[in-house]
């Protein structure tokens, strides 16, 4: 698609690409919106879409994923905390920091932050909200 230096007349069609469509199709003017953009219609599938002038498309990049900090938690948690009394996870008991918990899943784990209703546990891969008190 070439870069459009001014708007094109109403009804008047050009090729533009459309999402819904999935390729580049011919697009109708249907109204001048600004001095800047015009409201246009696929006439292929009838998808309305609008067409902006002078202004570049913002590149959106990928959001890298934090830095898990679990295994290095969970080993100080470990060396300090220790395994000795290990509690079975149950959404109906209470837990308090810096407490051992053997979850079914996520094996063990231990207790950062405790809440009225949750708690947050590191284990060896990831970091978890689990529901307790319930």
């Given at each position: 698609?070439?870069?459009l ?125 689990l529901?307790?008190?319930?």
């Amino acid at each position: 698609m070439t870069e459009l230096k001014e708007l094109p007349e109403v009804a008047k069609s050009l090729p533009y690409p459309c999402k819904k469509c999935d390729g580049e199709k011919y697009h109708r003017v249907l109204v001048h919106k600004t001095s800047t953009s015009a409201q246009i219609e696929c006439e292929h599938c009838g998808s309305k879409k609008t067409l902006k002038i002078g202004v570049k498309k913002k590149v959106t990049r990928k959001k890298r994923a934090p830095k898990n900090e679990a295994p290095e938690m969970w080993a100080a948690l470990n060396e300090k905390v220790g395994t000795e009394k290990i509690k079975l996870y149950k959404m109906s008991d209470q837990f308090e920091e810096n407490q051992a918990l053997d979850h079914p899943t996520f094996g063990t784990g231990y207790v950062t932050k405790a809440l009225p209703k949750q708690i947050e546990v590191v284990f060896p891969e990831v970091i978890k909200i689990l529901v307790h008190n319930y």
